[in-house]
């Protein structure tokens, strides 16, 4: 079982920034594997916020986030990147990184193999 890395989350102020990021350990494979990033308020249901295909540039975005919210990859490093600005206290969620190696990033991830622990973001108003 893949255990996804997290990392980045913390306490910011309305209109900030952060940058999460998310390792994919070991495995050379990961490269054939979309990537997405999930999040989930209190009290609500767990949602999709971005992904990006094993084709970097295929790229998904919910509606609420697009536009403040960019999603990357780097191969070499294993890792996916999540940079988030122009947050709102309704970012405040912890996120979760997903690997999925059906996911073209075209559309919704829906069945992810792999997740990480989650982070936590907190925006304050």
């Known amino acids: 079982q893949v255990q996804l890395v997290e990392s980045g989350g913390g306490y910011v102020q309305d209109g900030g920034s952060l940058l999460l990021s998310c390792v994919f350990p070991?495995?050379?494979?990961?490269?054939?594997?979309?990537m997405g990033w999930f999040r989930q308020a209190p009290g609500q249901e767990r949602e999709f916020v971005a992904g990006?295909?094993?084709?970097?540039?295929?790229?998904y975005y919910v509606t609420s986030v697009k536009g403040r919210f960019t999603i990357s990859r780097d191969n070499v490093k294993n890792t996916m990147y999540l940079q988030m600005n122009k947050l709102k206290p309704d970012d405040t969620a912890v996120y979760y990184c997903?690997?999925?190696?059906?996911?073209?990033?075209?559309?919704?991830?829906?069945?992810?193999?792999?997740w990480g622990q989650g982070t936590q973001v907190t925006v304050s108003e």
């Open positions: 997903a690997a999925d190696e059906d996911y073209s990033g075209l559309d919704l991830m829906s069945r992810p193999n792999y």
């Open positions: 070991g495995r050379a494979a990961w490269r054939s594997y979309g």
């Open positions: 990006i295909g094993w084709n970097p540039d295929l790229k």
